[in-house]
Nanobody
Framework: VQLQASGGGLVQTGGSLRLSCAIS?????SAWFRQAPGKQRELVAR???????GYADSVKGRFTITRDNAKNTMALQMNSLKPEDTAVYYC????????????????????WGQGTLVTVSS
């Protein structure tokens, strides 16, 4: 399985960006993680092959994760962006079924994209 993320960039506070991830191969769960400078990597959102979604509390109501199984793509629509959303965003995939608990852990994902930088200016 290979993943390739795209769509990062510079945006002002309150703006929007859409990240995309091209996925070669099947994944039971796909997710977006992010890592800000000096901080640990954290889950942003995840989605199962059946469409079950989960979000970090910090992005609920602002971000939407989608998945197109036919096109093997995943996207993250980010609205109402804040400076604290600034980070490198990574898409990740798990090639085995996961419990809801395990789907929130980065150690559950064996495949990672290269990361795309999102910068939100104040």
């Amino acid at each position: 399985v290979q993943l390739q993320a795209s769509g990062g960039g510079l945006v002002q506070t309150g703006g929007s960006l859409r990240l995309s991830c091209a996925i070669s191969g099947h994944t039971f769960y796909s997710a977006w993680f992010r890592q800000a400078p000096g901080k640990q990597r954290e889950l942003v959102a995840r989605i199962s092959s059946g469409g079950t979604r989960g979000y970090a509390d910090s992005v609920k109501g602002r971000f939407t994760i989608t998945r197109d199984n036919a096109k093997n793509t995943m996207a993250l629509q980010m609205n109402s962006l804040k400076p604290e959303d600034t980070a490198v965003y990574y898409c990740a995939g798990a090639s085995r079924p996961l419990s809801l608990l395990m789907s929130g852990r980065d150690s559950s994902y064996g495949y990672w994209g290269q990361g795309t930088l999102v910068t939100v200016s104040s």
